[in-house]
């Protein structure tokens, strides 16, 4: 495979709406009736300088062709599925994405779980927040690469979307791009470990793509009080 990059250098702007957010709640809700939630959301915030430890890896893969969704890399294994037809077809090349906000946060929410649920809760509102915004600073990164060479990008595509599941595309990102390196690993349930990790392929053409979000292809979408603040 092409060479793989690794990034542990980032610095992400979470506030305490955020966290709520990350635990599906509306933060205008909660700050009006349940002011105590607020607090540890703030505190969560306040314990992320040591707790998140954001890290990304990631590889360009240039593209053969498209055969019966089936999007045939030239170096590595294809990606399979009608989402991936539906929305990479334009694509030249693509950046196969693994980023994590490591073990330390997994471990602090197990530790207090038994004796603090609502904090264990609101850590865990962070980390959510927290990977989910890694993703999304790569990506704007990758873009404006990208827009520098006049090429498009498309909607960032994750496992577990509708019409590419978990069990088939976390394993096939996992076949293209070392996520050892920043210590993530996939059990056979195709759940990445630590928990707090996400993966997502990025498409790349001199093109423009269709439009659209992540939020579209989301099976919560309906129900999502988040969608809109990602």
């Not at 004796?115 to 600073?137: C, F, H, S, W």
């Not at 928990?195 to 423009?208: D, E, M, W």
Request: aromatic share 6%.
């Amino acid at each position: 495979m092409t060479d793989q990059i690794v990034i542990r250098d980032w610095q992400l702007n979470i506030d305490a709406d955020m966290v709520l957010r990350g635990q599906g709640a509306d933060p205008a809700i909660i700050r009006a009736r349940q002011p105590r939630l607020v607090e540890l959301a703030e505190q969560a915030v306040q314990e992320s300088s040591w707790l998140i430890e954001p890290a990304v890896v990631y590889r360009y893969a240039p593209i053969e062709t498209m055969k019966h969704e089936r999007l045939i890399l030239a170096d590595g294994m294809p990606l399979t599925g009608s989402l991936i037809a539906q929305r990479l077809s334009p694509a030249r090349y693509i950046a196969l994405i693994v980023c994590t906000v490591g073990t330390s946060i997994d471990e602090r929410i197990s530790a207090l779980m038994p004796r603090d649920p609502a904090y264990a809760l609101a850590l865990d509102g962070l980390g959510t927040v927290a990977v989910e915004a890694l993703g999304a600073e790569l990506c704007a990164r990758l873009e404006k690469d990208a827009a520098r060479m006049g090429h498009c990008t498309s909607v960032p595509l994750s496992p577990g979307m509708i019409g590419w599941p978990v069990a088939v595309g976390q394993p096939q990102i996992f076949s293209n791009v070392d996520a050892d390196l920043i210590g993530v690993t996939l059990t056979e349930s195709a759940q990445m470990i630590p928990r707090k990790s996400t993966s997502l392929v990025l498409g790349f053409a001199p093109t423009p793509f269709e439009e659209g979000t992540p939020c579209d292809f989301c099976a919560l979408r309906n129900t999502c009080r988040y969608q809109h603040h990602a």
